[in-house]
Structures are given as C-alpha cells and as structure tokens.
C-alpha cells in the first residue's frame, strides 16, 4: 500500500484497486492544468491510463496520480 497526500490535504491510499479520471477531474486531483496534461501526453511524458478509441477522451488511472507526484517532485528539485 501507498499513501500520499496532495496538495489541497487530498488523500491518496493505493491498494491496488484502479479509479479511471477524465482529464478534467484528474487535473484538479493532481494541480496540474489541463493544458499542461495534453502537452505531457503529446511528448510522452505523461501518457493517460486509456484513451476512448470513439471520444477520444483521455482516462487517468491512480497510478498517474503517482506518476504526477513524482514528476512534480523532479521538477521542483531542478528548479530549486
């Protein structure tokens, strides 16, 4: 198991059991806009858990959470 908390005092406790966010919910879990999310997607840095083949909609599962975490933790140490 792995607990985080996020900004705004969200707790996050992984167990295994995935939740699938569309981009818009998963943009204010992790405080990341929304933009920033698709331009991550494109270059592959952060790329959705699924992406709905008719919609087109972008999926993000716990997992990214995690993902996001860590790459804002490496961006906060590069610029500190």
Same mark, same amino acid.
């Given at each position: 198991?792995?607990?985080?908390?996020?900004?705004?005092?969200? +707790? +996050?406790?992984? #167990?295994?059991?995935?939740?699938?966010y569309?981009?818009?919910?998963?943009?204010?879990?992790v405080?990341?806009?929304?933009?920033? +999310?698709?331009?991550?997607?494109?270059?592959?840095?952060?790329?959705?858990?699924?992406?709905?083949?008719?919609?087109?909609?972008?999926?993000?599962?716990?997992?990214?959470? +995690?993902?996001?975490?860590?790459?804002k933790?490496? #961006?906060?140490?590069?610029?500190?």
């Open positions: 198991n792995v607990t985080l908390w996020l900004k705004g005092g969200n +707790l +996050l406790n992984y #167990k295994g059991v995935e939740s699938m569309k981009i818009g919910d998963f943009s204010k879990i405080d990341i806009p929304v933009r920033t +999310l698709r331009f991550y997607d494109e270059y592959g840095v952060l790329c959705p858990s699924e992406i709905d083949n008719f919609t087109g909609y972008r999926y993000y599962s716990d997992e990214n959470i +995690l993902e996001c975490e860590l790459i933790l490496l #961006k906060s140490l590069l610029y500190s």
